[in-house]
């Protein structure tokens, strides 16, 4: 390996390790937020629940009430306390993944509906509009050299036949030499 070759590995892992480092950031960043979320939603599943017993307690809600009502709050806590460890954060991580991948594609097929009518409505009428001129011309041009071709065979046919059988002399062997 050469020095030159050491060098461009250098440079690319340097330039790469730019974008790693930005990666890292980011997923930094988002397991901070789904952390931050987490402890949120541990919170009100925690205060959820203590509302719940009070209630029990001033009589708003029978036992059966409290029960499944702190049960869904306590199911509240312990995704929120879930999202809190690390595999909570994985777990969040790979679902947003999938949403941006969802949103990446619904947005790509917006862009291309977006894309076909504007082609459509805008520079696909002019296109069409062009493509109809070009035909029309080319119309015109081919109805000219028909009607000059039938004006020379109406020509011809009105011209004595002797006329037309008149030959250049050598013509004969010109045209002998071209069937040779």
Do not use: C, W
Not at 48 to 65: R, S, V
Not at 72 to 99: C, D, E, P, W
Request: glycine content about 6%.
């Amino acid at each position: 390996m050469s020095f030159r070759e050491i060098a461009v590995t250098i440079r690319a892992v340097n330039r790469a390790s730019a974008e790693f480092s930005r990666v890292q950031t980011d997923a930094e960043a988002l397991a901070a937020r789904v952390k931050s979320l987490g402890s949120a939603i541990a919170g009100l599943g925690a205060t959820g629940t203590a509302i719940g017993y009070i209630a029990n307690q001033f009589g708003l809600l029978n036992d059966a009430q409290t029960r499944a009502f702190n049960s869904a709050l306590m199911v509240v806590t312990v995704m929120g306390m879930f999202m809190r460890t690390s595999a909570g954060v994985a777990v969040a991580q790979k679902v947003y993944a999938a949403a941006t991948a969802v949103a990446t594609a619904v947005q790509n097929s917006l862009n291309i509906s977006f894309a076909t009518f504007l082609a459509l409505t805008g520079v696909g009428v002019a296109v069409i509009v062009a493509a109809a001129a070009a035909m029309l011309s080319f119309a015109d041009s081919m109805n000219s050299a028909t009607a000059s071709v039938q004006n020379f065979n109406q020509a011809a046919a009105a011209s004595p036949s002797h006329v037309r059988s008149i030959q250049r002399a050598g013509e004969a062997e010109l045209y002998r030499r071209g069937v040779e």
